[in-house]
């Protein structure tokens, strides 16, 4: 009923899209941050040089990221100093080679390094194991049961229990005429006959009305069934997801844990590592400084500065497109029950074998017909009818006209004066 909603966006398009626009983001932010510095002493610059291509196996793209080259230029009076530096270190490499001689026993001692601890790996511990949650719960949108059986019971008790007073109602209307002089045939006798059949046509009329509200009842009965056990569904549903999302968070937290203390442990280990180079290679460094020109350096680990690229919630998107499948199935329940809560589909258009039976009180055309799609011989009205007369008793739901009898028979109840 209605017009179909749109389908949740898939979650391997929401992510390409996050992911070009982290992408994006990043190479801006180096753009940004690479920026050409001017001081007294020179210029600092820093180009784009090239292109490397990256390839994201979950949206199966390729992004090309650009690389870049830092460039210093100094200024006249640093080169100027630059070159008298470098003419010193001319004559401290001259001296550094007279000495090699004198330390050359150093470069055959092997460094020891057995007390160093023991390097560990924690790239295991990076991964994280996703839970699905799962496919929504089947939600239940319809009913097979055929209500109309318990009304056409209903309904046939009625006429049942109503036609032996209605033969004696005609006996009697027909001893009365008899008494009264009033002949077959007359137009009083024909005026009699016709208020008798419009009493009929209510008692059947009210027969009718009453096997429409025990089929209401039914599905009413069906109706609280169906939306407890949906309701039930989709409790289970957000209780696996709620587990899965707090498992998923205790996995992290584990692991960043065991994360931190490797680093921490590898950490020392590095410093140790460094320390022990920088006794070992002090006295090579004296002379290489000689040999070189320049001062004595120790080795120092520096960390290049680089823009990093966000990841992308691969949770939240799968949790949002669960989250959107279940809203739309309990749209849809939502929509049978107000559409068939107290109306009767009464569209011609529905209907077939069609023949005029009567008239209420209030001059409304009854009808024996059946629906298209089966069911027994009812009667009952036409929606397009009702509507010219009671048009606050016609509902259109999916393009069919519902009538609700209720409001249809309502002035149909009251006798003529």
């Known amino acids: 009923m209605g017009k179909k909603s749109a389908d949740p966006t898939p979650p391997r398009q929401v992510a390409s899209a996050q992911t070009g626009a982290n992408m994006n983001a990043a190479i801006a932010n180096s753009y940004l941050n690479n920026i050409t510095r001017h001081t007294p002493d020179g210029t600092t610059r820093i180009e784009e040089t090239g292109r490397k291509s990256i390839y994201d196996p979950y949206t199966y793209k390729k992004y090309d990221v650009p690389t870049f080259t830092q460039y210093t230029e100094l200024s006249p009076e640093q080169m100027a100093i630059k070159k008298q530096q470098d003419k010193a270190k001319l004559g401290l490499a001259t001296l550094g080679a007279e000495q090699t001689e004198r330390i050359s026993g150093l470069l055959q001692k092997v460094p020891v390094f057995d007390d160093i601890p023991a390097w560990k790996d924690f790239s295991p511990f990076q991964k994280v194991t996703f839970q699905r949650?799962?496919?929504?719960?089947?939600?239940?949108?319809?009913?097979?049961?055929?209500?109309?059986?318990?009304?056409?019971?209903?309904?046939?008790?009625?006429?049942?229990?109503?036609?032996?007073?209605?033969?004696?109602?005609?006996?009697?209307?027909?001893?009365?005429?008899?008494?009264?002089?009033?002949?077959?045939?007359?137009?009083?006798?024909?005026?009699?006959?016709?208020?008798?059949?419009?009493t009929l046509n209510d008692a059947r009329l009210g027969a009718i009305l009453a096997g429409g509200k025990e089929e209401e009842r039914r599905f009413g009965i069906q109706h609280q069934k169906a939306q407890f056990a949906n309701k039930a569904k989709q409790a289970m549903f957000e209780n696996t997801m709620q587990s899965a999302l707090f498992n998923r968070n205790a996995e992290i937290l584990e692991k960043n844990h065991e994360q931190g203390r490797i680093r921490a442990q590898n950490d020392l280990r590095n410093q140790v590592?460094?320390?022990?180079?920088?006794?070992?290679?002090?006295?090579?460094?004296?002379?290489?400084?000689?040999?070189?020109?320049?001062?004595?350096?120790?080795?120092?680990?520096?960390?290049?500065?680089?823009?990093?690229?966000?990841?992308?919630?691969?949770?939240?998107?799968?949790?949002?497109?669960?989250?959107?499948?279940?809203?739309?199935?309990?749209?849809?329940?939502?929509l049978v029950k107000t559409a068939l809560r107290g109306f009767i589909a009464s569209d011609r258009r529905v209907k077939k074998d069609i023949r005029s039976v009567g008239i209420t009180h209030d001059g409304q055309s009854v009808y024996r017909f059946r629906y298209k799609s089966g069911g027994p011989v009812r009667m009952g009205l036409m929606a397009n009818e009702v509507l010219k007369k009671y048009p606050e008793a016609v509902s259109d739901v999916g393009g069919i006209r519902m009538v609700d009898y209720a409001k249809a028979l309502k002035q149909a109840s009251r006798k003529p004066v």
């Open 273 to 334: 590592l460094q320390e022990k180079i920088a006794i070992t290679n002090d006295p090579i460094n004296k002379i290489t400084a000689l040999l070189s020109g320049s001062q004595v350096t120790y080795p120092r680990f520096q960390t290049s500065r680089m823009a990093t690229i966000p990841s992308t919630n691969m949770v939240n998107i799968f949790a949002n497109r669960d989250q959107q499948k279940m809203y739309e199935a309990k749209r849809k329940n939502d």
């Open 133 to 198: 949650s799962g496919a929504a719960p089947a939600l239940k949108t319809s009913y097979e049961t055929d209500f109309s059986k318990e009304g056409n019971r209903v309904e046939e008790a009625f006429l049942e229990r109503m036609k032996p007073q209605q033969q004696r109602d005609m006996e009697r209307l027909e001893s009365r005429l008899a008494s009264q002089g009033i002949r077959l045939g007359s137009e009083s006798y024909r005026e009699a006959m016709e208020t008798h059949a419009r």
